[in-house]
């Protein structure tokens, strides 16, 4: 089924892919044996309870792909179409590791052929060379 933003959800191997190209990259990981948690949740804002004593739920940014080598988190987003609420999204993410003195890289591939350089990139990098590629 395709949604507003054109991206066909598909189901395979018993989970729900928000598109082709988020299954892509699931696929090439598997294949290269690159280790991966899938979907993972990120609290940006804690909850909390405004002046009239409503309870505001957690601001979330779910994340694709999160790969873990040597002390480096690598953030892998899928993404056709940016909109600016993941922008800010990622920025506050981005804040929050940086204040918590995490090591990361962020990726946004939108393409197939960027899913490619980056496995690649992070093969290369799981073999002892260092990471030069930042999307």
């Known amino acids: 089924m395709t949604n507003k933003y054109r991206n066909k959800?598909?189901?395979?191997?018993g989970i729900k892919f928000d598109s082709t190209r988020e299954k892509y990259m699931y696929d090439c990981l598997t294949e290269a044996n690159i280790p991966f948690v899938f979907q993972k949740k990120y609290v940006i804002l804690e909850g909390f309870r405004n002046r009239f004593g409503k309870k505001v739920r957690d601001a979330t940014a779910i994340v694709d792909f999160v790969i873990e080598v040597n002390g480096v988190t690598y953030i892998i987003d899928v993404k056709g179409l940016f909109l600016p609420i993941a922008k800010l999204k990622y920025k506050m993410l981005e804040k929050q590791l940086f204040d918590n003195g995490e090591e990361?890289?962020?990726?946004?591939?939108?393409?197939k052929t960027m899913i490619k350089d980056i496995v690649e990139e992070l093969k290369r990098y799981l073999n002892g060379d260092t990471i030069l590629l930042s999307v």
């Not at 959800?9 to 191997?13: P, T, V």
């Not at 990361?104 to 393409?111: I, W």
Request: charged share 25%.
């Open 9 to 13: 959800k598909i189901e395979a191997y």
């Open 104 to 111: 990361y890289v962020m990726y946004f591939p939108k393409n």
